[in-house]
């Protein structure tokens, strides 16, 4: 059922707009509370009145709206819908949202969702198939939107019956699925605090001592949280990579130095459900951080190092009994002993071990290899994407917190 959601309905010029009425009478059946927006091409298809007599709203179409001119606010749709559905979605409208081409009201609304947007495109077999018509589409779902297709989806290797839109019920029961998925997400109601990415440490205002630490396992932990349903505090290093899309439910904090993120750290744990340290934090730093770069002088140069805080090692302290705390440990040798020794000196819950013997493990690669160290014993993992190793971390979390 989708009761009382609120749900945006985007209709565009193709001969499929008829069907339309169909998915709002189908939205309406589930319960669905449904507010028309249309393309003036759209309008040459199906007229608003049959669309108003539906919905029981009126269309929205214009900027403006005609009779008194008030201003139809798209960042208000944006705000009141919880999901979007473009259908049918012309290759027109589907160029216009991948590259943000914001000239009629559809766009603008779609641009300001706030909501997820499920898109059914409709077009004949060549426009579909053509490469820009492709490009438009990954980069749509890409960007997190749902792409809604007969069969198996539009990277399918047959073209076969392509770009006809989806049946109005399997639209909506898309939909319902979603929803209902939603209701279940594992982590729905938990805060977790996530460290990524190396540390620097300055030497002088121009250098500093860090690692190849690339941030990936850790991005890619939190947006395997937040897709959980978690809220989500990240703590990130000096990183330049990026999430695949934005997410309302992760906030992040920019630090550089292992200090600065101990600080953000003991400031943000007492109030989470989790830890999950994934950060290679450096062990040393400059003793003296020199104020003016460093000149050579011919000497052998000598750089005292201090020791940092030890950022797990105080979380694990401050834990309380229902909090969960999560370590990684890279090693080279004596892996598995190594990693045992910090699960009980950091008092983590499990630890992710990746040893740099492990081709495609550890720092720069797409790809890792971990084996989850706990009390209970060792898994292994084969060589999976950053992606799928943080499902598996995340996964072992969530029967951690119901065990
Ligand atoms: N860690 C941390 N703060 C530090 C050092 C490490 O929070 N100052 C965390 C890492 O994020 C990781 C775990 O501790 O989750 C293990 O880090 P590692 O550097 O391998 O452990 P160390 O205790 O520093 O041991 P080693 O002697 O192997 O460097």
Redesign the pocket.
């Known amino acids: 059922m989708l009761n009382g959601k609120k749900i945006v309905l985007g209709i565009t010029g193709s001969i499929a707009a008829y069907k339309s009425c169909l998915i709002i009478r189908e939205l309406i059946k589930k319960g669905a509370e449904v507010q028309v927006v249309i393309t003036p091409a759209g309008k040459e298809f199906i007229t608003p009145i049959t669309l108003s007599a539906l919905t029981h709203k009126p269309v929205i179409s214009e900027f403006f709206s005609q009779r008194d001119g008030t201003w139809n606010s798209h960042v208000d749709l944006g705000l009141w819908a919880d999901a979007m559905v473009i259908a049918p979605a012309t290759a027109s409208t589907i160029g216009k949202m991948a590259n943000g081409i914001a000239d009629n009201m559809l766009i603008t609304t779609y641009l300001s969702m706030k909501a997820p947007v499920f898109i059914a495109p409709a077009m004949d077999l060549d426009m579909f198939a053509h490469p820009s018509t492709q490009k438009n589409l990954r980069t749509l779902q890409d960007y997190g939107n749902h792409i809604i297709e007969p069969g198996t989806g539009f990277l399918a290797s047959t073209l076969e019956g392509k770009g006809r839109m989806e049946e109005p019920v399997n639209i909506v029961a898309r939909l319902e699925e979603y929803f209902s998925n939603e209701d279940i997400k594992p982590l729905a109601g938990k805060k977790i605090l996530i460290?990524a990415g190396p540390t620097y440490e300055k030497i002088d205002p121009v250098r500093f001592i860090g690692n190849y630490s690339s941030g990936k396992m850790g991005l890619a932990l939190a947006e395997e949280c937040a897709s959980q349903g978690a809220d989500v505090e990240l703590v990130c290093g000096p990183v330049s990579a990026k999430m695949s899309r934005d997410y309302p439910n992760i906030h992040r904090t920019d630090v550089e130095s292992?200090q600065e993120m101990y600080e953000a750290c003991k400031a943000i744990y007492p109030t989470m459900d989790a830890g999950i340290?994934?950060?290679?934090?450096?062990?040393f730093t400059p003793e003296t951080v020199a104020d003016q770069k460093i000149k050579r002088t011919g000497d052998d140069m000598i750089i005292r190092l201090k020791p940092?805080?030890?950022?797990?090692?105080s979380l694990g302290k401050m834990k309380r009994a229902e909090q969960k705390l999560v370590?990684?440990?890279?090693?080279t040798n004596n892996e598995e002993s190594?990693a045992q020794d910090?699960l009980k000196?950091?008092n983590f819950d499990f630890i992710v071990l990746n040893s740099l013997r492990d081709k495609g493990a550890g720092f720069k690669t797409d790809t890792n290899k971990i084996s989850i160290i706990s009390a209970e014993g060792r898994k292994d993992f084969p060589l999976k994407s950053k992606v799928d190793a943080a499902r598996d971390i995340v996964d072992e979390m969530v029967s951690t917190f119901n065990s």
Do not use: R
């Open positions: 460290t292992a340290l994934c950060a290679a934090v450096a062990d940092n805080p030890d950022i797990a090692a370590g990684f440990a890279l090693e190594n910090k000196k950091k």
